[in-house]
């Protein structure tokens, strides 16, 4: 090999190095975008979980409060119709 060969595969290897550097950084770029991407959606589906328990906390407390509701309505019922019953055996 000549010097004139050896120049030029010198060159093409720059060349290739080159090429190669700047497709890892590009790689690199696209990679850190992707982790920040899922960085992003990982807080909102951790969001997401936590709107999710807080409706459930809420409709549990609702229907505990119904409940009870009907608990109350339903004693006030007894303790109405024993006392009304217990006014017409009176007579």
């Not at 060159?11 to 290739?16: K, V, W």
């Not at 690199?28 to 909102?44: A, F, M, N, P, S």
């Amino acid at each position: 090999m000549n010097k004139w060969e050896l120049k030029q595969q010198l060159e093409e290897a720059r060349s290739d190095n080159t090429k190669h550097t700047e497709t890892i950084s590009k790689l690199t770029t696209h990679v850190q975008g992707l982790w920040d991407e899922i960085e992003q959606k990982q807080q909102r589906i951790y969001n997401i979980q936590e709107e999710l328990r807080d409706a459930e906390d809420r409709w549990k407390a609702c229907l505990l409060r119904e409940q009870t509701r009907v608990k109350e309505d339903s004693t006030a019922e007894k303790l109405l119709t024993k006392h009304i019953l217990n006014k017409s055996t009176d007579h």
